[in-house]
């Protein structure tokens, strides 16, 4: 079935270091792609998608390249700050309709 | 504002009292959806909706119920509430359009649910 690994949390940076969060997926066919972020105490909002193979999202800085020849599609930023605190979650998209399938999430906290 | 609102955002009962959790969109989406967060599992669906009286299970529908009365509400309802349903739960919604991949769903603020 479909499935969806990211790297274990919590990562710890001082702010301005350069962020990298892993995310490979197992799925039948050609999913879309997505980086969801959760901050504290609020639901989940939409970093960036992508939706073919070789696509790139960016978004407030935050980037992520679709790789599909392994199945990848890890989450960068080249300075982060300490407002970009918060869970983030790589997600799935297969088949039909709207069904997501979430990794189990990556706390990142930015320390001054 | 476009937005999903749940309500109540905390609730702390005990095991077997009937509980509901209502979900509500303004944005004419037909799909709408639960999923549960779990430290280690991420979200999980737990039912979805793809319009007004269409439902279906998800991964994880065993101890819960949902209705789609009117398009823009759809509740989750613990006819009997047990300590393994203490969980984060989140509403979303979207368009749904056959062919089209990759619309955004849109959250809720999450209902914290702690059942004793």
């Known amino acids: 079935g479909n499935s969806v690994t990211q790297m274990e949390g919590p990562v710890t940076l001082s702010e301005e270091a350069f962020l990298t969060i892993n995310c490979t997926y197992t799925?039948?066919?050609?999913?879309?792609l997505f980086w969801y972020v959760q901050y504290p105490g609020e639901g989940l909002q939409l970093l960036l998608k992508?939706?073919?193979?070789?696509d790139k999202g960016s978004n407030k800085g935050f980037e992520a390249t679709y790789r599909k020849e392994t199945t990848s599609f890890h989450l960068e930023k080249g300075s982060v700050q300490v407002s970009d605190s918060a869970v983030y979650f790589c997600?799935?998209?297969?088949?039909?309709?709207?069904?997501?399938?979430f990794g189990a999430g990556t706390r990142l906290a930015v320390h001054p | 504002e476009a937005q999903v609102t749940q309500n109540p955002r905390y609730l702390i009962t005990v095991t077997g009292k009937k509980l509901t959790v209502t979900c509500s969109q303004n944005?004419?989406?037909?799909?709408m959806s639960w999923y549960r967060q779990d430290p280690g599992l991420g979200l999980r669906q737990i039912y979805y909706?793809?319009?007004?009286?269409?439902?279906d299970k998800g991964d994880v529908p065993e101890g819960y119920k949902v209705s789609r009365k009117e398009k823009r509400n759809f509740p989750l309802i613990l006819e009997s509430p047990s300590p393994n349903q203490t969980s984060l739960y989140f509403c979303?919604?979207?368009?749904?359009?056959?062919?089209?991949?990759?619309?955004?769903?849109?959250f809720g603020p999450g209902t914290r649910l702690t059942v004793l």
């Open positions: 979303a919604s979207s368009f749904l359009v056959r062919g089209r991949r990759g619309d955004e769903q849109f």
């Open positions: 799925a039948t066919g050609y999913p879309s």
């Open positions: 992508a939706t073919k193979a070789d």
């Open positions: 997600a799935l998209l297969s088949g039909g309709y709207n069904k997501l399938i």
């Open positions: 944005m004419n989406h037909e799909y």
């Open positions: 909706s793809m319009n007004v009286e269409v439902t």
